[in-house]
Nanobody
Framework: QVQLVESGGGLVQAGASLRLSCAAS????????MHWYRQAPGKQRELVASISSTGGVTNYASSVKGRFTISRDNAKNTVYLQMNSLKPEDTAAYYC???????WGQGTQVTVSS
């Protein structure tokens, strides 16, 4: 079955960096685009970044453009989210998702203190 396991979250100060990882299994990873979403308390889940199956095309929410970078390693079935210059408003649970399948991981919590 499809499994998505996110990791790399933590508590950091504003301006710091974190790299999230999402290890995928149970489907043809290299054939699927992937998304990173986030959900802050009391808010709707928000699409943060997307990457095509080959990694050649990426898209970002305006709120993170220039600070976050999505990438993937198809040999390792893993998608990453490099987050730089973190702000308190980036505090949320972060989830990866297969673009065309309704499967979610357990998420990883990112907390940014001011």
């Amino acid at each position: 079955q499809v499994q998505l396991v996110e990791s790399g979250g933590g508590l950091v100060q504003a301006g710091a960096s974190l790299r999230l990882s999402c290890a995928a299994s149970g489907f043809f990873f290299s054939r699927n685009a992937m998304h990173w979403y986030r959900q802050a308390p009391g808010k709707q889940r928000e699409l943060v970044a997307s990457i095509s199956s080959t990694g050649g095309v990426t898209n970002y929410a305006s709120s993170v453009k220039g600070r976050f970078t999505i990438s993937r390693d198809n040999a390792k079935n893993t998608v990453y989210l490099q987050m730089n210059s973190l702000k308190p408003e980036d505090t949320a649970a972060y989830y990866c998702k297969v673009a065309t399948m309704d499967y979610w991981g357990q998420g990883t919590q990112v907390t940014v203190s001011s």
